[in-house]
């Protein structure tokens, strides 16, 4: 692969990163990242926008101005060949002694790298996945999208050495997001219940498609926090990522949601989300 760093074009082998950079010593970086489908990015605009908000939110500035950003996005395709996969992003603080404070004066380190992957062709669409539930505990600024990802990973893991295939969180009995997606039930009614946006959890580029999308299908959403038992008697769950798209949830903690195979209103969701990313890819 050609890997993006700093302003240049290196083979992956080629591309190296201090071991003081802050991103390595204090996860003191933060991430996007996108999908590709056709060579084109899906939901754009979004994942810069909160890349930037991700940013202002630490104290950081993108080394690259808007064209430069989308610019590099677009020749990271075309150098790679990507025609369905993602593209992560990364802008740490940079290089310096270590020291908690930040430095005044930092030199982002911007890097960028492809990985291929069958997005639209998801084997978990049609099965659905199983999730386990678990505490919450990352911390409380969730709504950054920083690379201090240990805790998701944990949950991840524990997942799959049980036998499923993600973990819902769990903090004060409520759901807060699937380990690395935003979790959303539907009612028996046929209303879509979503967590509100607020500090603990992330503001999910695809939440945020999916929603208007829905509303606009006529599809009552209320955006509240729903717990546990409230998912489990749910007709329907799913989660929204930006590689995964829309992901049915059919069983959580073993119980078959629904009837135990992806429900109707999210194969439509996921079809209208589909059909109308694919037309505003750019
Ligand atoms: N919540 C968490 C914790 C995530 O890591 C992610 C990212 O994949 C999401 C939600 C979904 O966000 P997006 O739809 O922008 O990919």
Sequence with gaps: RTVYLNGKWLDEADAKISI??????FADAIYEVTAIVGGKLIDYPGHSARMQRSLGELGMVCPLDADELLAVHREIVAR?????GMIYLQISRGVDDRDFVYPKEMKPTFSMFTQTKK???NPYVKSGISVISLPDWRWERRDIKTVQLLYPTMAKTQASRQGADDAWLLEDGFVTEASSATAHIVKKDGTLVTRDLSHVILPGI???STLDLAREAGIKVEERPFT???AKE???AFNTSATNFVLPVVSIDGQKIGDGTPGP??????????????ATAI
Excluded at 20 to 25: I, L
């Design 228 to 230: 546990l038992e409230e």
């Design 206 to 208: 695809t939440r945020a």
């Design 80 to 84: 790679n060949n990507v025609e369905e």
């Design 20 to 25: 003081f950079d802050r991103g390595y010593t």
């Design 119 to 121: 997005v639209l062709e």
């Design 265 to 278: 209103i999210t194969k439509k969701l996921r079809d209208i989300y589909v059909e109308s990313r694919l």
């Design 234 to 236: 749910a007709a329907e």
